[in-house]
Every structure is written in C-alpha cells, then in structure tokens.
C-alpha cells in the first residue's frame, strides 16, 4: 500500500501536469479568437430645426449599434473567459507542485 507521501507525490505531479496542459490549450484558444478588426456604428439621431439659425439642426438624443460591434463584444467576452479558465487551471497546477515539492522535501 502506497503511503501519503508517495500518494501525493505521484498524483500531485499528474494533476499538476494535466492541469498545466489545460491552461496552455485554453491560453491558446484564448488567443486565437478571432476579433473583427473593423466595424460600423450605426448611430440613429433625432433632430430639431433651431429657430435663430434656419436650416440647422440640433440633436435631441440618439443611440447607436451595430452587428460588428454586438460581435466583437461576444468575441471579447469568449476571450476573457477562456483567460479565465486558463487562469484556474494554471492556479491548480501551482498550488498541486507546491503540494509535491513539499511532500518531498519533508522528512518522513
């Protein structure tokens, strides 16, 4: 029967080591989203006629969207999530070699 010590040192070095490969996958797919380099903004504007100057035009109110700038904000938002992740999983890989590391370098 393995020990605690050898039971952390061998499993604590697989998980640290799957928990690494998952953060660069995720760190890759990350940065690799494809972000629009261009977009539009279609901006919609309410005018008034401004009765000291005849023919000008004052903006009331107005808003603006576009599909490119609703896709680059999903886009920005996948990125940061898979960061995230990616963070975790390097968290994990961390925190399971500190495990290892000091597992080994106590005395039995």
Do not use: C
């Not at 380099?37 to 309410?46: A, C, D, H, Y």
């Not at 109110?61 to 599909?67: D, F, L, N, P, V």
């Amino acid at each position: 029967m393995e020990s605690l010590y050898e039971l952390i040192s061998k499993y604590g070095e697989i998980g640290s080591a799957l928990f690494a490969f998952v953060a660069a996958i995720l760190w890759v797919l990350s940065a690799t989203v494809k972000i629009p380099k261009t977009f539009s903004i279609n901006v919609l504007t309410e005018h008034t006629e401004d009765a000291e100057f005849p023919g000008s035009q004052i903006i009331a109110s107005g808003w603006g969207e576009s599909a490119e700038l609703t896709e680059l904000g999903m886009k920005l938002g996948e990125q940061s999530r898979l960061s995230a992740f990616a963070a975790i999983a390097a968290a994990g890989a961390a925190i399971l070699q500190v495990a290892v590391i000091l597992v080994r370098h106590t005395p039995n």
